[in-house]
């Protein structure tokens, strides 16, 4: 029902800046938590960042003061401003969105098909 499409990645060299978008094509509402979640190479997948519907949100200690999560409803589009990158940051990044009605017996949880990040000089 509800589909997530990734872009804005590429590559670029530390110290830069790289702008994720992550649109939805369906039905996203506000109430939604909307993540990036990255997967390097050997590594495990992490959460980066999350906001709520009520526009709280959360970081990894890895990316705090580096990245910002935002969100623009009225588009259904999360966005992932990442500055200051680092070659750690290097990985493929994924869109998630979250959520469960009302009752809460039915969860809803989407995934992009993720975006590449690269880090190097």
């Known amino acids: 029902q509800v589909q997530l499409v990734e872009s804005g990645g590429g590559l670029v060299q530390p110290g830069g800046s790289l702008k994720l978008s992550c649109a939805a094509s369906?039905?996203?509402?506000?109430?939604?938590?909307m993540g990036w979640y990255r997967q390097a190479p050997g590594k495990q997948r992490e959460l980066v960042a999350l906001?709520?519907?009520?526009?709280?949100?959360k970081y990894a200690d890895s990316v705090q003061g580096r990245f910002t999560i935002s969100r623009d409803n009225a588009k259904n589009t999360v966005y992932l401003q990442m500055n200051s990158l680092k070659t750690e940051d290097t990985a493929i990044y994924y869109c998630?969105?979250?959520?469960?009605?009302?009752?809460?017996?039915?969860?809803?949880?989407?995934w992009g098909q993720g975006t590449r990040v690269a880090v190097s000089s």
């Open positions: 998630n969105a979250y959520s469960t009605d009302f009752e809460g017996v039915t969860e809803y949880d989407y």
């Open positions: 369906g039905s996203i509402f506000s109430i939604y938590t």
């Open positions: 906001i709520t519907g009520a526009m709280r949100t």
